[in-house]
């Protein structure tokens, strides 16, 4: 079974954008990617009560709708976005600002690679979910999920200001992340090369998609082309933070001071 859906998922990845018959989930990835620009620039960041009711409804809804599916399905999560659904779901709640960092950056960049490779490539999520009782019930909720992680990212982005300092636990979260990919492998035995963060490290899922084999050359490049990516990536979600926490500046002076001084970290 596994080999037949990897199968189907390899040749749906050569079908690209508007040239296969769900082409209109691409569409609706990109009007939702829009409606997420309007929200970052007149929703988010406005109201920090409305910010932080966003970021308790998403994080109930993710913690208690993938608690529930991983247990009654007995699944483990071995995917980035699969990972991010619970930190993000317990972060939500934990006033503990650099582990939201973590959380927020990690929900971001899983939410914006599924949109990416939804619109390019909505066959190969099609081809993944034939396998399941109810393929379109399952397609249709890992739509909702990975765009709710997204905007649940967006807002918490927005609520806090990171300092440097707080970008080591995003570095720190990967890190533990890898190691629990380990744990899963040598304690379950579960064979997780076949996942995409899997795929996106070793280059295997660029080197399927561009039809190039995987020579010295080719990893070189790879790597180099990944590497300068990912500061990018991290360097853009910095600017964003900071400029949503340029426009919270209180600018009017403190005729008392605060009854509780609660550390820095506290969020």
């Known amino acids: 079974m596994y080999s037949d859906t990897a199968t189907a998922r390899c040749t749906a990845q050569k079908t690209m954008i508007f040239t296969g018959p769900h082409f209109y989930l691409g569409l609706i990835q990109i009007a939702l990617v829009a409606a997420y620009v309007l929200i970052a620039v007149y929703a988010a960041g406005r109201n920090a009560i409305a910010d932080r009711i966003v970021i308790w409804l998403v994080g109930a809804f993710l913690l208690m709708y993938k608690t529930g599916e991983y247990v009654t399905m007995g699944k483990v999560p071995v995917d980035l976005s699969a990972a991010s659904y619970f930190l993000f779901g317990a972060v939500a709640f934990v006033p503990f600002r650099p582990l939201k960092a973590a959380a927020s950056f990690s929900a971001m960049l899983s939410g914006a690679v599924y949109f990416f490779t939804m619109i390019l490539y909505p066959e190969t999520h099609v081809a993944g979910v034939q396998t399941a009782a109810v393929p379109a ?33 995003v570095l720190g979260w990967f890190a533990f992340f890898f190691a629990y990919l380990q744990l899963v492998t040598v304690g379950y035995g579960i064979n997780y090369a076949n996942t995409s963060i899997v795929q996106i490290l070793t280059g295997t899922l660029v080197a399927d998609v561009l039809g190039v084999p995987l020579t010295a050359a080719y990893y070189v490049v790879y790597y180099v082309v990944v590497t300068g990516l990912c500061v990018a990536i991290i360097t853009l979600y910095s600017l964003l933070n900071r400029t949503y926490a340029a426009k919270k500046v209180d600018h009017r002076p403190v005729f008392l001071p605060p009854l509780l001084r609660m550390p820095s970290c506290f969020a």
Do not use: I, Q, S
Not at 140 to 168: I, Q, W
């Open 137 to 169: 019930f399952d397609l249709a909720m890992a739509m909702t999920n990975h765009n709710m992680l997204f905007l649940g990212g967006l807002f918490m982005c927005a609520k806090y200001a990171f300092p440097r300092e707080d970008y080591v636990w």
